[in-house]
């Protein structure tokens, strides 16, 4: 290798760094190992992993993911895929955009959905970006209990903007409509609506919307989609935009991603979406073929022209969320929904007898609320630890200590919920 690139040896190689620069100990790099025993030594190090049965979501929760979706998905076809820069020579993938769109639409009750986004975050952001463009006004209002996660986001995609944005803060654990009703205006482009909440709560959604129908403000709604299975949907809502953080889809918890956004509008605003679409058309003789359609939007046609700078997507975690879809249908998302609302209510109502506790507000919710305790959060999670259960996500960060948001999803059975109440119990105790 030496010899083809011109070189003698190695030290004339590196030759241009000098030698006070270079290192002269010894490497401390153990021997090679053999597969057999580096899987060993992997698994060793796997089982100093300590395994805590789930309670917590604010935005990433344990579903269970049924078998099929890891069979198909992991098909090489799926698996090692990306789509080419001729994306008509992989009609298969193409198709399972055109699925996943058309899966989506069904979900949400929306006229168009693209092929995702990064996240719910970036989603949201770009919501935020096709309403400022498309109404021509400067204020963008963001509610308090909107997960802080995708504020962050939204804050980095608009700090060089010339931007308005208005916290609307939250009253009793969900924003404050009075608030609302008095700063939403004419110059107001769009007010951001999380259902359920960041607290796991339900916005009053119907108010809402009259406030910003009166000033022709657009609607960019947040949703869960598990809820969407017993829950009202975006589309009856009347949203202009909904976007959703799809990993419950289908989609494992892997140390924060990565995740998937989901992306649905009115077809009014379907030439200034970002992202790709996915679209059915036929060919020359006649044949049904999928195509990347109006790709005039992108940022590949003409950057500055562009409606959107991203150029790629989530297209694995798209597969398994249409593959998680299809599988479970219309009345699979229901069970699925039910589940998670009838446990959660339970574990609540079971948590909520226990002396100090109570419910953040009595307010109706779905798989996730915020129980006041009257001990520090943070020393209960702590405590739950060590009897292998994550408790849930304390909400000091928000200056309140002693409140704790907590997740139950389907898979947590009766006996996880009888233990949760359990501990807690004996902590207060």
Do not use: W
């Amino acid at each position: 290798m030496l010899k083809t690139i011109g070189v003698k040896n190695f030290e004339e190689l590196i030759a241009n760094i000098p030698e006070d620069l270079r290192f002269k100990g010894q490497y401390q790099i153990p021997d090679g190992l053999s597969e057999m025993e580096a899987q060993k030594l992997l698994e060793e190090l796997a089982a100093e992993n300590l395994p805590l049965i789930p309670f917590a979501g604010a935005g990433a929760y344990d579903h269970y993911i049924p078998a099929i979706v890891d069979e198909i998905a992991s098909r090489p076809e799926f698996y090692t895929s990306y789509t080419p820069y001729q994306p008509e020579v992989s009609q298969g993938n193409l198709q399972v955009m055109y699925e996943f769109q058309s899966l989506i639409c069904e979900l949400t009750q929306m006229d168009v959905t693209n092929a995702s986004m990064y996240e719910a975050g970036s989603a949201l952001a770009e919501a935020i970006l096709l309403a400022l463009s498309h109404t021509r006004k400067q204020t963008v209002l963001l509610p308090a209990t909107l997960n802080l996660r995708y504020k962050k986001v939204i804050e980095t995609y608009l700090r060089h903007m010339d931007v308005q944005i208005v916290e609307i803060p939250q009253k009793h654990f969900t924003l404050d409509l009075e608030f609302l009703r008095q700063n939403i205006d004419d110059n107001t482009a769009c007010i951001v609506v999380q259902n359920p909440n960041y607290f796991g709560f339900l916005e009053d959604v119907e108010a809402i919307n009259q406030l910003r129908a009166a000033h022709k403000a657009l609607l960019i709604y947040a949703y869960d989609p598990i809820s969407l299975g017993i829950l009202k949907t975006p589309g009856e809502y009347e949203a202009d935009i909904a976007v959703a953080e799809g990993q419950a889809l289908g989609n494992p918890l892997n140390y924060g991603g990565p995740f998937v956004g989901l992306f649905s509008a009115r077809e009014t605003l379907l030439r200034k979406m970002p992202g790709r679409i996915a679209g059915e058309t036929k060919d020359v003789d006649g044949k049904r073929g999928y195509v990347l359609t109006l790709q005039t939007r992108e940022q590949h046609i003409r950057r500055e022209k562009a409606t959107s700078n991203i150029c790629t997507n989530s297209g694995l975690l798209t597969v398994r969320a249409a593959i998680y879809l299809s599988a479970l249908g219309k009345k699979g998302m229901q069970q699925v929904a039910s589940l998670c609302l009838n446990k959660a209510h339970y574990l609540a109502e079971g948590l909520t007898k226990l002396a100090g506790i109570s419910l953040a507000v009595e307010a109706p919710f779905f798989k996730e609320f915020t129980i006041k305790l009257p001990v520090n959060a943070d020393t209960v999670i702590q405590q739950f630890a060590q009897k292998g259960v994550l408790a849930g996500v304390s909400l000091q960060h928000l200056g309140l200590k002693d409140h704790l948001l907590v997740a139950v999803t389907e898979k947590r059975t009766r006996q996880e919920l009888d233990h949760y109440i359990e501990i807690m119990k004996s902590i207060l105790d």
